[in-house]
């Protein structure tokens, strides 16, 4: 069984503005944690976070599609889970833009809850980056 985790965020950006905070990997950085992404499909890449007992701190990572502005699709793995996140970006006009995001592959749902927390904490990091 594979669960799914789909959750919607509306900015006040540009699609633009808030297409290079997912594909910059400086302003990734910022938001979510250090990389090496590029915005080139079959690009492989990693997160780095700082290394505890329980993980060794790196996601690793494939970039499967990039369609400038609107959609974005990586894998995101961490040990023996191999999750697909897809970010799909709608210009809703005056000033406001809906991200989608769908993280799909895993296999229980303590991992489910565990990225809707992270990316919950690291979304709302965004916002405030974006509001700059």
Known sequence: MSLVLSVDHEYKTTIE???????????????????????VEGHRFQFRAEPNEYWDGVINGEVLLVDEPNKLSYTWAVGEEKHTVTWTLHDLGNGKVNLHLEQTGFSNVHGLEGARYGWGNWTSQLEKLLAQ
């Open 17 to 39: 503005k808030a297409w290079t905070y997912l594909t910059d990997p400086s302003k990734l950085a910022k938001w979510v944690l250090e990389n090496d992404f590029k915005a």
